[in-house]
């Protein structure tokens, strides 16, 4: 059966790798793309997916514009790591589709159905919105990326998504339906390294592609870590949808720190069960990074 899914996503390079994974797996049904704020501003985010959609020809998935702005935080966008565009590499034509004529959140309304999975991979903003507005009815779960239970990307303490906009993250976490949280301690361990980037370019048009984008997303990695090569962390929470073994989970709960300034955006997750706090979400531990990349690759290179 196949699970249907709405991408709620800020590409961002690895956003684009995840929407192309999405596309090209058939135990997935995409019901449209919703756009946010995050690794750049709105506008350019929702032109970006609309440009990846185009790339492959596939302009008929809806893409549906969302929150321009964190819940209650200033807007902060992540082009130290993506760049002026937030796609900064390859080529791209420009987008012939224009996003629909609804706000995200009606357009998840509208098309949501029993048994969808919600696989938000920016800011939770739009998701938050969303809950508030609709409830979670028909959300059978929601996969994020974002978070990690011991490091952080944007502040020693805190990953970027969940950094970015906290208090939605807080609401999503505490929505009661299961959350799947694939933070940087899956993510970094699943490198697509020079090695892998030469099996993708010989994969074709759209693997040229995804080794275009790694060339540029890795130079960040390589300054910041000194790795020769690039997390593809929103196409981890993907695949997971569908291919749930490839990250080992723990049930545990998560809380989102909101108050303090040096601690923003943590997820203290519960790792050795040190409180009575019920758990709320499954935090991805592991993952078989090799698994992941012949995954990505073989779905990446039917895209032709
Ligand atoms: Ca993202």
């Known amino acids: ?3 249907p899914i709405i991408l709620d996503c800020d590409p961002g390079h690895d956003d684009a790798i995840a929407l192309l994974l999405a596309l090209a797996s058939p135990e997935v049904e995409l019901l449209g793309v919703t756009t946010v704020h995050g690794n750049q501003m709105l506008d350019k985010t929702t032109e970006n997916a609309l440009r990846v959609l185009e790339l492959v020809g596939r302009s008929d998935v809806p893409v549906a514009r969302g929150a321009d702005r964190p819940l209650v935080r200033d807007l902060q966008v992540a082009a130290h790591v993506h760049g002026e565009s937030g796609l900064d590499g390859p080529e791209l034509p420009m ?7 609804q706000p995200a ?16 991979v920016g800011p939770l903003t739009n998701v938050a919105l969303y809950l508030e507005a609709h409830g979670t009815a028909n959300v059978e779960r929601i996969v994020l990326m974002g978070g990690a239970i011991a490091e952080g990307n944007m502040t020693p303490a805190a990953e970027f998504n969940i950094w970015a906009d906290p208090e939605a993250a807080q ?6 339906r299961p959350v799947t949280m694939i933070g940087l301690d ?3 361990k699943a490198l697509l390294t020079p090695a892998w980037a030469d099996r993708f370019r010989a994969a074709g048009r759209v693997g040229t592609f995804v080794a275009e984008l790694v060339e540029f997303f890795k ?10 090569g690039a997390p593809i962390h929103d196409a981890v929470a993907l695949a997971q949808v569908f291919r749930p073994s490839l990250v080992r989970t723990e049930h545990r709960n998560v809380e989102i720190e909101v108050e303090s300034e040096l601690c923003r955006g943590r997820t203290v997750v519960d790792l050795w069960r040190r409180t009575e706090r019920d758990p709320n979400a499954d935090v991805g531990v592991d993952v078989d990074s090799d698994a992941f990349f012949e995954l990505l690759l073989e779905r990446v290179a039917s895209l032709g």
């Open 186 to 188: 899956v993510t970094h």
């Open 171 to 176: 609401r999503v976490f505490r929505c009661g």
């Open 1 to 3: 059966m196949t699970i």
């Open 95 to 101: 987008a012939t589709a224009q996003p629909v004529d």
């Open 219 to 228: 130079l960040y990695h390589a300054r910041t870590y000194g790795w020769d």
């Open 105 to 120: 959140i009606d357009f998840i309304a509208d098309r949501i159905r029993p048994g969808t999975v919600i696989v938000a």
